[in-house]
Structures are given as structure tokens and as C-alpha cells.
């Protein structure tokens, strides 16, 4: 904990130490944006004012504690021979760096986003986005299904009806050289 508020005097010292180390267009690059910030204020707090150099050092706060987070994440993944960042190396970066109060709270968030990522990818399918409800698809499908079994019973009658004209016209040829091969003998 001591670390993290030696980094927040760091930061309530000299706002800006980011571009004396990196340059301007770093520092703008590495925080967080300025009207999401301010609409979380908002939300938060709404009955609050709050004056410009407060919001900077809010939004500055909150982009070196995602710095730190992120740092300590990667450095957990590096510990366990990983090369992705996941969930699990987050929540452990918060318990090392002694936000363990957040854990309940992030593990949460996760499973919501989980939950929304899921709805995301059921809804991407083709049928959703045509934007026709379930039952009348489920409705055009039937009849589709019914229009193919009426045009395959068409097609076995069909060819039943040939079966039957060509065992005829075998019968009837059989029948006839028969009756010509009765002639000759007689």
C-alpha cells in the first residue's frame, strides 16, 4: 500500500511528469479519455462540482493505478511462463498490491462482461440481424420443409410411374417374344 501512496504523491506533485519523461504526445497517448472520465465524475457524484485541476488529477490517478495494475498483471503473467494477460493475473496483481477490498467487486465486473461478450456472440448470428422475429422464421421454415417433402413425393411418384411403364413395356416385350417363340414351335 505504501508503494501505491508514494505513486500518488508522485503524481499530486507534478501532474504532468509524464511528458517530462516521454513527451507530450506519449503522455496523451497513455491516459484515459477526458469525457469518459468526466461522465463517470458525473454519474458518480452528481450533485458535486468539480474544478478542472480536480478532474485532471482524478483522470491522472486513475491512469497511473491502471499503469501499476497492468504492470504488476504482467509481471505475475511473466512468473507463471505466460504470455497473455488474463483475468486471473489482474485479480492477483490487485490482492499483491494490497487492493484485495476490489476483488469481489472485479470478479463481478468480470462476469458481467463475460455474460454481455456472450449475449454479443449470440446475437451476431445471421438469422438475429435480420431483424424477423423467431416465430416467423421458425413459420417460413415449416413451410419450406412442407414445399420440399410435396416436391420429393412428386418426384418418387414420378419415378415410380416410369418403374411401372418400363416393367410394363418389359413385361409386355417379354409377353410378345414368348408368343412368337410359341409360333415357332407349333
Not at 88 to 104: Q, T
Request: proline residues 2%; charged residues 25%.
Amino acid at each position: 500500500m505504501l508503494m501505491v501512496d508514494a505513486e500518488i504523491e508522485l503524481i499530486m506533485s507534478n501532474p504532468n511528469r509524464g511528458s517530462d519523461m516521454a513527451g507530450n504526445n506519449e503522455d496523451e497517448e497513455l491516459s484515459l479519455p477526458r469525457a469518459s472520465i468526466n461522465k463517470m465524475i458525473k454519474e458518480l457524484i452528481p450533485s458535486v462540482r468539480m474544478a478542472n485541476e480536480a478532474r485532471e488529477l482524478v483522470l491522472n490517478c486513475c491512469t497511473e493505478f491502471i499503469h501499476l495494475l497492468s504492470s504488476e498483471a504482467n509481471e505475475i503473467c511473466n512468473q507463471l511462463n505466460k504470455k497473455t494477460i488474463n483475468a486471473e493475473h489482474v485479480l492477483m496483481a490487485l490482492d499483491k498490491l494490497g487492493f484485495s477490498d476490489y476483488h469481489g467487486e472485479a470478479e463481478a465486473v468480470l462476469k458481467d462482461c463475460k455474460a454481455v461478450a456472450a449475449k454479443r456472440r449470440r446475437q451476431s448470428t445471421r438469422l438475429e440481424n435480420l431483424g424477423i422475429p423467431e416465430e416467423e422464421l421458425l413459420r417460413q421454415q415449416q413451410e419450406l420443409f412442407a414445399k420440399a417433402r410435396q416436391e420429393q413425393a412428386y418426384a418418387d411418384q414420378q419415378q415410380w410411374e416410369q418403374l411401372q411403364a418400363a416393367a410394363q413395356q418389359a413385361q409386355s416385350m417379354a409377353m410378345s417374344s414368348y408368343s412368337d417363340d410359341q409360333d415357332d414351335y407349333s
